[in-house]
């Protein structure tokens, strides 16, 4: 009994040395022994606790990382919703930030406001649990209203406190803050993957994402993210402001980040946003803005929340990065609606944390608009820090005797003529039977939102088209394990997995059918929305121009697409021989109560246009919003829910301040169009 009491001793104070080793090394910065010490002490507590497992308990430094990989991640609902940020784009912008904040609030005393800056870190929202002191769980941001538990992933992540350094812990209290890759971690996980010639991260963010939705602890833990605590909800405190929350995280265990700034004006915190513009370039980690917040939480409280937006904070963003590089080569791609869009190749180029060597050019008027040429110099950045796209060109170093760029008045992929409809900015390849077109349609068909064809990607569309073995969707219903196997990188297992996959798709319900059709501007949303309103194939294709139109959330242009698309023949044709095969092309009554419609950004909101948009023509700009779910109308109202704003906008934009209707710019809008 002596000794196991010893040996408990022994591993509690290796247990508080070598957590105390993990704060200095990850959370201070500030190493307090030798690797090679801490290693010879984590290996005897993980040794003594190999030898006595009663002794295990969950807040060991040896429990960070499981045993066994994760077989999927669960979903949970959070207890309270991770909201999004407003976003702004310029000092001019948060200032208006202000004024709003200020006509919502109730009392007169806005002078002694107070502002909490902190960088905007590009990385993962997670929330963190606490019960006891103790980590109970870690979810990701998800939807902001339910996320995956990934507990055994934020374990391994060793600036986040297994127990919270406090004599007296809450009962339960949640944390919530962004994990993200050091730079230095990136370019090394980036080498690694190099020399096994792996596909390359294109940058931290979305390395950092990928890693924590890893089914193995263990490659996590190898990949050494960091995280920043940036908030909490605790009740029953005297926590008062953000100031203190931020410094009770820290006196907790929490790395918080050592770059905030309390800000007793709006001057202030412009003057934290211009330092930190060209000093963000010196820091380890990659930073896209600052977050600005209302101090005092009584007045958060007070001020409340938009249904996607706390009033009390803004991410004041960066420009975008731009950069200068060399055009190459001027293409054009087919897509599947056979839009040829041209694109700009170029020299590789940094931008925003990506190599670029592509960009939209749109279409034939926004070329003519820019006059670029192959062998100009153009500058290129990305929109939202999204899209890449040419902002202007520098004719001034335009090399002699360059000819303007004609766009091709044939399809590249099939030699069909093309067409530009007379309503229309887009040129388009009319030919159904063009590969281009099928190429598209069929990765589209076997998309996540659509069938989910597991296997069934790009190449080996290619493959199956080059092969004469697919020549529509329907066919790939008739493929056999003996038909693909001889395919390259294909082999019998793939083969079968893949014909698997395929004979599984037919048990997807009618409306992701629907939107597997590739129908022009019918989104997943739409789609869903169709199938409620007819609730099979043939009623949806003998559906009038005024039944359709009237569904709320299609309107005339999707309802005049849907009656174009059942007018073509081969696309009837299609649909008997997906009958014929057993695609599930209506909705029996289980289904249409099953139905899930993923909520997006612009599900049942209300647009209004004013105003010209640097790239997006009216009905493009159009057209992507009543595809993912929203509605545009032509004036503003108190139903308005977003205000889409151009250069020399007209009178709607002072009917919109005046209603409080949240304005967005080109790059806003598409920034929120990323998260559908």
């Not at 801490?38 to 507590?45: A, F, G, H, S, V």
């Not at 950069?323 to 040829?340: C, H, M, P, Q, S």
């Not at 939107?515 to 022009?520: D, E, H, K, V």
Request: contains cysteine; hydrophobic residues 35%.
């Amino acid at each position: 009994m002596k000794i196991i009491q010893e040996i408990e001793q022994r591993i509690q104070q290796l247990r508080q040395q070598v957590e105390k080793a993990n704060y200095a090394y990850y959370v201070l910065d500030d190493p307090i022994m030798e690797d090679a010490v801490y290693d010879q002490l984590y290996r005897e507590l993980e040794k003594l606790e190999k030898k006595y497992p009663q002794l295990i308990t969950p807040d060991s430094p040896t429990q960070r990382v499981g045993e066994q990989p994760a077989s999927q991640f669960l979903s949970v609902a959070h207890n309270i919703p991770l909201y999004s940020l407003e976003n702004a784009f310029n000092l001019d912008e948060l200032m208006a930030w202000e004024k709003k904040w200020q006509r919502y609030s109730e009392t007169e005393e806005i002078k002694s406001i107070e502002y909490v800056c902190e960088l905007k870190i590009d990385g993962s929202a997670l929330a963190l649990t606490y019960e006891n002191g103790l980590l109970i769980r870690g979810v990701t941001r998800g939807d902001g209203t339910t996320g995956e538990d990934i507990t055994q992933n934020v374990r391994t992540i060793r600036s986040i406190p297994l127990k919270l350094t406090l004599n007296n812990p809450p009962p339960i209290i949640e944390v919530r803050g962004e994990a993200f890759l050091p730079l230095d971690e990136f370019d090394r996980i980036n080498q690694e993957r190099e020399q096994k010639q792996e596909a390359l991260f294109a940058n931290p963010r979305n390395a950092a994402a990928g890693t924590l939705r890893q089914l193995d602890p263990k490659i996590v833990d190898q990949r050494r993210l960091q995280f920043f605590a940036y908030t909490l909800h605790l009740e029953d405190t005297e926590i008062n402001s953000q100031w203190e929350s931020l410094n009770y995280l820290q006196s907790s265990g929490f790395l918080v980040n050592p770059h905030r700034k309390l800000c007793r004006s709006l001057e202030e915190v412009a003057t934290y946003f211009q330092q930190w513009e060209t000093g963000r370039k010196d820091l380890p980690y990659m930073t896209d803005g600052v977050v600005v917040k209302i101090n005092d939480y009584s007045r958060q409280k007070a001020l409340g929340f938009t249904q996607k937006f706390p009033r009390w904070a803004i991410a004041l963003k960066y420009p975008a990065e731009e950069a200068v590089t060399l055009v190459k080569d001027i293409i054009v791609n087919v897509g599947r609606t056979g839009a040829v869009t041209p694109m700009a190749v170029m020299e590789p180029v940094h931008v925003a944390g990506t190599t670029v060597q592509k960009a939209t050019l749109h279409n034939s008027d926004r070329i003519a608009q820019l006059d670029i040429r192959v062998g100009d110099t153009v500058v290129i950045r990305k929109a939202g820090e999204i899209i890449p796209e040419v902002v202007r060109v520098l004719t001034e170093l335009r090399p002699p005797h360059s000819q303007p760029y004609q766009m091709p008045d044939r399809c590249p992929e099939c030699r069909s003529p093309l067409k530009r409809p007379p309503t229309e900015a887009v040129t388009r390849c009319m030919n159904l039977s063009c590969r281009a077109i099928l190429r598209g349609s069929l990765v589209h068909w076997s998309s996540r939102d659509a069938l989910d064809i597991r296997g069934l990607g790009e190449k080996i569309v290619i493959l199956l088209i080059n092969n004469g073995l697919v020549n529509s969707i329907a066919d790939l219903y008739h493929l056999t394990p003996e038909k693909i196997a001889y395919l390259e990188r294909m082999g019998s297992k793939s083969a079968h997995k893949l014909i698997k996959a395929i004979d599984s798709s037919k048990q997807q319900p009618y409306s992701r059918v629907l939107y597997g059709l590739g129908i022009r501007y019918v989104g997943s949303v739409t789609a869903s929305l169709l199938a409620e309103n007819f609730p099979s194939i043939d009623q949806l294709s003998q559906a009038s121009y005024a039944s359709l139109s009237s569904v709320y959330g299609v309107g005339e242009e999707i309802a005049q697409s849907i009656i174009d698309w059942f007018s073509i023949e081969k696309n009837d044709d299609l649909i008997q021989q997906l009958k014929k095969v057993g695609l599930q092309l209506e909705a029996t009554p289980p289904d249409m109560t099953t139905i899930e419609v993923s909520p997006t950004p612009f599900s049942g909101k209300t647009f209004v246009m004013t105003g010209t948009l640097p790239t997006l023509k009216r009905n493009e700009a159009k057209a992507l919003i009543t595809e993912a779910g929203g509605k545009v109308t032509s004036s503003i109202s108190k139903k308005t829910d977003y205000l889409l704003v151009g250069e020399s906008p007209g009178s709607k934009l002072k009917e919109a301040e005046k209603l409080g209707v949240h304005q967005l710019n080109e790059t806003d809008f598409l920034t929120l169009l990323k998260e559908n």
